[in-house]
């Protein structure tokens, strides 16, 4: 399942009709930002009953190319790590 931002936009405005597009619109952009932020400060970001986010530290380490066999070294990098609360697993999976 691929979520895009203007599919959560349209969904939104389908289920609060209230609310004018653009609002949704820049409503969406304030959290998604947030969130980035969060995680560019190495702060874990929770949605209770939906899931969590956090960055974790990947160590360097040596690894292959797989068209060439050659070895490559990889940086040390961040990564994210998303979890899915059990109550939405158990929702999108009795569905």
């Known amino acids: 399942m691929v979520l895009v931002k203007s599919k959560i936009i349209e969904q939104l405005a389908n289920n609060f009709?209230?609310?004018?597009?653009?609002?949704l619109s820049s409503l969406a952009e304030i959290i998604l930002s947030e969130m980035e932020n969060s995680l560019k400060k190495n702060e874990r970001v929770e949605l209770r009953d939906i899931f969590t986010l956090e960055t974790?530290?990947?160590k360097a380490r040596i690894s292959r190319n797989p068209k060439t066999n050659e070895k490559v070294e990889v940086p040390e990098?961040?990564?994210i790590h998303?979890?899915?609360?059990?109550?939405?697993?158990?929702?999108l999976n009795n569905e």
Not at 17 to 23: A, E, G, H, T, W
Not at 82 to 91: A, L
């Open 77 to 79: 990098k961040k990564t």
């Open 56 to 58: 974790r530290l990947q």
């Open 17 to 23: 009709p209230n609310f004018l597009k653009r609002d």
């Open 82 to 91: 998303f979890k899915m609360s059990k109550k939405w697993f158990n929702k």
